[in-house]
């Protein structure tokens, strides 16, 4: 029988935040973000003794099984302050056992001693579990999100250039990266050097409408992508497309360090503008499985749209498009 209490946690508890920390790396599938690089002891109980950030953790006979950071925020307009909560996350062996509800209520209660008027929360498009939960505890008001890249127009940009049969011996060593082999095959397809030289040999690809690239930042390679048309791409691929302006891509960073960065968005933003440079296109489409969570958000903030779960030759995919529509809107409006 489950035993949960909820804590408010503070400066001298450094081992129950991290503990918060590890559960919202395993639960967002984001071990580098929250797990790999974790602030300091002293770092960390300055911010839990700060007033304008609260974390809570809910226990289970002495597991954290939840979850909860929020910010306090002083308004300016009036003498009083809102809350906002940036990361919410329970274990998924309890969910559905009112756990979230329970961190929830309990930031309630701290709200109220602080004097705070209102606490709200972001959820997105495609998360049903949070959509229920936030829709049952709170009013939904429907807002445009923006992501503001402070690098934007700094040395900084990730430029795209072809790759060449030079470049397979580097990108042999990539792809046999665990961060990488985790969502390209898995353990069982790792491939060999002889592999990569017969598969990515770019006249190879040409012949199978891909266009191989080695993403760069500050004259340095960063990662691989690729583009290809998704009309005729035979063995069960996108056979119902009718369109031949459809591009589809494909990229992974190449060093597990640079995740978590907002390079990898600047990475499809950049494949996104060269591939409409081309008159000829009319969309873009990727598809990444339902459980990279970490992809999914990089291609919202690069300006693609959730269209559903499809079945593809490799299993279940989220299907994401862009159309040129959509991209010219946002670059008139930039």
Not at 18 to 24: C, G, I, K, P, Y
Not at 35 to 46: F, K
Not at 182 to 207: F, K, M, N
Not at 274 to 279: A, R
């Amino acid at each position: 029988m489950s035993i949960i209490a909820t804590v408010k946690i503070g400066p001298d508890e450094i081992s129950a935040m991290r503990a918060v920390l590890d559960l919202f790396g395993k639960e967002f599938e984001d071990i580098p973000t929250y797990s790999d690089r974790q602030p300091t002891n002293e770092y960390l109980a300055n911010l839990l003794h700060s007033e304008t950030f609260i974390a809570l953790a809910a226990f289970d006979r002495g597991t954290a099984i939840g979850g909860l950071a929020a910010y306090v925020l002083p308004k300016f307009e009036q003498a009083r302050s809102e809350i906002y909560i940036y990361d919410l996350a329970v274990a998924s062996s309890h969910r559905r056992l009112g756990v979230a509800t329970a961190l929830i209520s309990h930031l309630k209660r701290v709200a109220v001693e602080l004097g705070a008027y209102v606490i709200y929360v972001q959820a997105d498009y495609g998360d049903d579990p949070a959509v229920a939960l936030y829709t049952k505890l709170g009013v939904r008001e429907d807002v445009m999100h923006f992501d503001i890249d402070p690098l934007t127009n700094s040395n900084d940009s990730v430029t795209l250039r072809l790759m060449t049969e030079h470049d397979l011996a580097m990108l042999y060593e990539w792809v046999n990266r665990s961060h990488i082999v985790e969502w390209w095959g898995g353990e069982e397809a790792r491939p060999t050097l002889a592999d990569v030289q017969e598969q990515y040999l770019p006249s190879v690809l040409a012949q199978e409408s891909v266009t191989p690239y080695i993403a760069m930042l500050n004259g340095e390679p960063i990662g691989y992508a690729q583009s290809y048309v998704a009309l005729g791409g035979g063995d069960g691929w996108w056979e119902e497309e009718t369109d031949p302006g459809v591009r589809g891509i494909d990229q992974s960073l190449a060093n597990a360090s640079q995740l978590g960065k907002g390079l990898g968005t600047k990475l499809v933003r950049a494949l996104v503008e060269l591939l409409f440079n081309d008159p000829e296109v009319t969309k873009i489409q990727t598809d990444p499985s339902p459980s990279n969570l970490r992809a999914i958000r990089c291609y919202e903030k690069a300006g693609f749209e959730r269209q559903g779960t499809v079945t593809t030759p490799d299993g279940p995919a989220v299907y994401m498009v862009q159309t040129r529509q959509a991209f010219e809107r946002t670059r008139s409006d930039a």
